[in-house]
Antibody
């Protein structure tokens, strides 16, 4: 049973960089895309981007070049960096595994990242 | 981006009721439609993928149908643990997008 465990800094100030990492346990790292998704408090889900084991990435254009997703296959980790955060980036951030149909069948526990001065 | 619109946004129902939630895509997405259930403070849980295929371990009272632009999620007989928020998601083209959610509450 695949498990995703994520960690990273909590409270941020505007203009800082959000950094999160997700570890994948007990499952194949290759053959899937690995995604970051966020959910502002009380709101819906927004896809941020994804990466595969080869490092091929896709990003949501709405984040206008502020996002970088990277992978460390030696540790079965993948990471998210989001620069120049504002209060609008306050959300629970999830890492997740993506399969065919772009189904998301495994999720991390989520990390609340508030952005406030 | 493909816009996903769910209806209703909220719904009150009783245990044992049959419930249907609708999801409409702004353009055809074939059968690239997935449904999730989310409970407060938890990550979403995949229920159905490919519009109608039940994810392993999901009770058979959940079913999905549709193709093209119009899709439905049906719960045949509501159980207490089904009161949650439900999201549809299209996987047809990047960026993948989600509906705004349907909150299912106890009447």
């Amino acid at each position: 049973q695949v498990q995703l465990q994520q960690w990273g800094a909590g409270l941020l100030k505007p203009s800082e960089t959000l950094s999160l990492t997700c570890a994948v346990y007990a499952g194949s790292f290759s053959g899937y895309f690995w995604s970051w998704i966020r959910q502002p408090p009380g709101k819906g889900l927004e896809w941020i981007g994804d990466i595969n084991h080869s490092g091929s990435t896709n990003y949501n254009p709405s984040l206008k070049g502020r996002v970088t997703i990277s992978v460390d296959t030696s540790k079965n980790h993948f990471s998210l960096k989001l620069t120049s955060v504002t209060a609008a980036d306050t959300a629970v951030y999830y890492c997740a595994r993506v399969g065919g149909y772009y189904l998301i069948d495994n999720w991390g526990q989520g990390t609340l990242v508030p952005v406030s001065s | 981006d493909i816009q996903m619109t769910q209806s209703p946004s909220s719904l009150s129902a009783s245990v044992g009721d049959r419930v249907t939630i609708t999801c409409r895509a702004s353009q055809s997405i074939s059968s690239y439609l997935n449904w999730y259930q989310q409970k407060p403070g938890k990550a979403p849980n995949l229920l159905i993928y490919g519009a109608s295929t039940l994810q392993s371990g999901v009770p058979s009272r959940f079913s999905g149908s549709g193709s093209g632009t119009d899709f439905t999620l049906t719960i045949s007989s509501l159980q207490p643990e089904d009161f949650a928020t439900y999201y549809c998601q299209q996987g047809y083209s990047a960026p993948t997008t989600f509906g705004q959610g349907t909150k299912l509450e106890i009447k």
